[in-house]
């Protein structure tokens, strides 16, 4: 089975590090796609500081764009999305959502944070259909519609999906798994905007 890691990237020069420092490790890295989307920060120089392949896209598309600028880069047939923000990644936890795929003959595997932090495990027992950790059969991919201008409704547009076509989904749990989050980022006022508009984005998603 072959599989990618594809990782969207905005505005993440202070967390990328700890998690390609992870998959570098683990996964050959000829497997392993950064998107830069568009970020204004030095997210693109640090990804390029690692053996990995750097899609830089120059101008923000938005989460749903980077990850499918991602899989249109590949050649594999599963791609393995993870955020650039997680906390406490190890090659345990990308061992675990590759295996579940390939023992159980898996469409989607969902990864959801436990024992990370009060906040996002919360957030991931509330709506783990959100969660940015997921493992997914490629050709999937290109039957959903406007998937590369979803933004943060990505995630719902996938889950919608899967469950209209009854593909088979697991959810796994990522032990002691966390991430970033936008207050933390951005700061309280600009990250609870951002917040809102991310809300607004899966809304669409959730009614369209
Ligand atoms: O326009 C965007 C917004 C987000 N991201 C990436 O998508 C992932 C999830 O975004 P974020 O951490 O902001 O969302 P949260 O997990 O806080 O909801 C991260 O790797 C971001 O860098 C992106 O590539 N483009
Ligand atoms: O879990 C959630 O409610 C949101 C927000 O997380 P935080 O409140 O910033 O920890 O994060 C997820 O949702 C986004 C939209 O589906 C995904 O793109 C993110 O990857 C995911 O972490």
Redesign the pocket.
Known sequence: MKVSIIIPAYNEEKNIDKVLSVVTKVVEPQKIIVVNDGSTDNTLKVAQSYPVKVINLTNNQG?GGAMMAGVNYTNDDYVLFL?ADLIGLTNEHIELLIKTVQDEYIDMVVGIFESGRK??DL??VV?PF???QRLIKKEHLYNIENLNTAR?G???ALTKYAHKNNLKVKEIVLKNLT?V??EEKLGFTRGFAY?LK?YWE?AKKVTH
Do not use: C, P
């Open positions: 989460k955020d906040s996002t957030a991931q709506a959100l969660s940015g943060f990505v995630e719902v991430h989050m936008k917040r991310m899966i």
